[in-house]
């Protein structure tokens, strides 16, 4: 994870790309354990604004992550 601003950056790497990438962009809401939600799409090379599988476009650090990386990692 690394930061910049108002956002965090969740990397990963796995065995097939062992560089670590950017997987999605978190932005803290100001409410408790709620932050907003933005995967990498790595063919337009931005992140964009997404929903969670609740519907909702933020929810907890965890949601987030399990969110993308059902995305991109999940085989």
Do not use: Q
């Not at 907003?36 to 929810?59: D, I, K, M």
Request: glycine share 6%; charged share 20%.
């Amino acid at each position: 994870m690394r930061s910049r601003g108002a956002f965090a950056y969740v990397l990963a790497a796995s065995v097939d790309y062992p560089e670590a990438e950017p997987l999605c962009r978190l932005r803290h809401t100001g409410m408790d354990d709620t932050w907003e939600f933005a995967y990498n799409s790595f063919s337009s090379e931005r992140f964009e604004v997404s929903c969670l599988p609740s519907g909702l476009p933020f929810g907890t650090p965890e949601e987030c992550f399990d969110c993308a990386a059902g995305l991109y990692l999940a085989s």
